[in-house]
């Protein structure tokens, strides 16, 4: 099933099917593949680009979703409680130089970055 999107409507139109399909029929496998390349053709010939995080939150949840990783095993794979991330994820706590270094180390995300961000 081949499709092309020409307009922004359309676009849009194509998300929020593909959005249902995911959340309630992802037995559509052929549906979701289809809408998702269309999507993607018309993100890359229009010239969507995705923003780059601009906090060390984002920058752990995007490294979350590019590893598929749930918190749960990003904590395990970092060394710390599952706690003290969802501190760090939800604002309440700063990183600490030995999160920083298990950031660098765990991730390759680079020291210039967390520090930047922290």
Same mark, same amino acid.
């Given at each position: ?16 099917? &593909? #959005? ?10 052929? +549906?979701?593949? %289809? *809408?998702?390349?269309? @999507? !993607? ?18 920058? &752990? #949840? ?10 749960? +095993?990003?904590? %395990? *794979?970092?060394?710390? @409680? !599952? ?34 961000? %922290?």
């Amino acid at each position: 099933m081949t499709r092309t999107l020409h307009t922004e409507k359309e676009y849009q139109a194509a998300m929020t099917r &593909l #959005e249902y399909l995911i959340d309630h029929e992802p037995g559509s496998l052929d +549906e979701i593949k %289809a *809408l998702g390349h269309a @999507a !993607n053709e018309y993100e890359n010939s229009h010239g969507h680009r995705p923003v780059a995080p601009t906090s060390l939150v984002g920058i &752990l #949840e995007r490294e979350m979703v590019a590893r598929h990783l749930k918190k749960q +095993e990003l904590a %395990a *794979l970092l060394g710390v @409680a !599952n706690s003290r991330l969802s501190e760090v994820l939800n604002g309440k706590r700063a990183i600490n130089l030995d999160l920083a270094k298990r950031l660098h180390q765990k991730l390759g995300i680079s020291a210039e970055l967390i520090l930047e961000h %922290a």
